[in-house]
């Protein structure tokens, strides 16, 4: 039997908690009614289900339950949020503001605004990742209707300051998004201290099941107004059609309740593995941290590495670890990370790099064994990369002189 590698993916997806599990079956085969179905108890037994789970992410993140609109996952709610806004406040304005480290969730549905005869606006970060807010006041016109920040980024963990954007957004009154699809669970998220209008949430980012997310939409102070992107019977309060996917929204729930209850804990255990992991990687030279070193989610590591090739990096680490170089959702293509280049890296610093996504499963054992992989990986490509030089170089060159 072949022993799986370590899995340190955590930011592309977290493997479904057994607990989590637990809690949806029973919603598969004996729950199985469905929550539109308000005549008999199996519809009955599907509400309150519902209805509990939009009481546990409101609380999540201090809102009510009348404003959590559900979505197959933090894609469509990101599509619901900027498309929305943009169609329901086109006669305000046609100006959104957004950032380029942005996930390509929300850069596309900019882009496909662009397309329309919207303008966007893409801010610059900084070299530790972080936007520059007084640049954001620079941008803000007066037909600005929508800035959409994230709340932590998905390649290199780095965490907005929230609550100072989304006071300058509604001291100029624009609408406030954040993709906090990374975020909820693992951070403190507060949409009234915060300010914050809309904020896209996904479950299978915390140990809960793919295909489902959620959208917090603001109803007073400002109420905010949305062009639903998908129509069909008018659920979701006419937002968002479709039959609610009871077992997954359960799911979403003890997702979450399981992350609230263990954040303190599990921030400090991870912040201890991440550390770990830097410190005993750093020993190398030519070894660069992306993002900020404090402002990031506990459980990321994202370096760039001097004078290796990025694809022969992974292919050697594949082995003993699971790992990735940027996004899941952009891994396929063969452009460097946007991000990365974002940050002021070449190309070629921006393919050698490796985003470790450490998670509720893994142990000190682990890390420990990771690191002294991947760092004779490193050594062993430089080490080649050497000899293939030396190799290359006429003979004479290699001879010294008198």
């Not at 479904?16 to 599990?21: H, I, P, T």
């Not at 559900?70 to 949020?81: D, I, P, R, V």
């Not at 100072?164 to 949409?191: S, W, Y």
């Not at 054992?365 to 000899?387: G, P, W």
Request: hydrophobic residues 40%; negative net charge.
């Amino acid at each position: 039997m072949s022993i799986r590698p370590i899995y340190l993916d955590c930011h592309a997806t977290t493997p479904v908690d057994e607990r989590v599990l637990a809690a949806m079956l029973p919603y598969f085969t004996e729950n199985f009614g469905n929550p539109s179905s308000i005549s008999h108890v199996y519809g009955w037994e599907a509400e309150a289900a519902v209805k509990q789970t939009r009481e546990i992410l409101a609380a999540a993140i201090n809102a009510t339950p009348e404003e959590i609109v559900f979505t197959s996952g933090a894609t469509e709610a990101n599509n619901l949020a900027i498309k929305g806004v943009a169609e329901a406040y086109f006669k305000k304005g046609q100006h959104i503001i957004t950032v380029a480290t942005e996930h390509s969730a929300v850069i596309d549905p900019c882009n496909y605004l662009k397309s329309l005869g919207f303008e966007i606006t893409i801010l610059p970060v900084q070299k530790d990742g972080l936007i520059d807010l007084t640049e954001l006041k620079k941008a803000f016109r007066p037909e600005t209707i929508l800035v959409s920040v994230m709340a932590a980024n998905n390649e290199i963990g780095v965490l907005q300051p929230l609550a100072e954007i989304g006071e300058i957004c509604h001291e100029h009154n624009i609408i406030f998004h954040t993709d906090a699809a990374q975020a909820i669970g693992k951070i403190p998220l507060d949409v009234q201290a915060m300010k914050i209008d809309l904020m896209s949430l996904t479950a299978h980012k915390v140990y809960g099941p793919k295909g489902i997310g959620a959208l917090y939409v603001r109803r007073r102070n400002p109420r905010v107004q949305l062009a639903p992107q998908q129509h069909g019977g008018g659920h979701e309060r006419g937002m968002r059609s479709g039959t609610l996917y009871t077992p997954q929204i359960v799911g979403f729930r003890k997702a979450v309740e399981i992350a609230l209850a263990e954040q303190a804990t599990e921030t400090q255990r991870l912040t201890q593995l991440r550390q770990s992991l830097w410190e005993q990687m750093k020993q190398i030279e030519g070894i660069h941290l992306n993002g900020h070193p404090q402002q990031r989610l506990a459980g990321n590591l994202n370096i760039s590495v001097e004078g290796v090739d990025g694809a022969a990096l992974l292919l050697g680490l594949q082995p003993v670890m699971a790992v990735s170089s940027g996004s899941a959702c952009s891994s396929a293509t063969t452009a460097p990370s946007h991000v990365l280049t974002a940050l002021g890296h070449s190309e070629q610093l921006a393919y050698a790099s490796v985003r470790f996504g450490i998670g509720r499963f893994n142990t000190q054992e682990e890390i420990d064994r990771v690191a002294r992989h991947a760092i004779a990986t490193i050594q062993s490509l430089r080490k080649t990369s050497f000899m293939d030089s030396r190799a290359e170089k006429p003979q004479s060159d290699l001879i010294p002189a008198d």
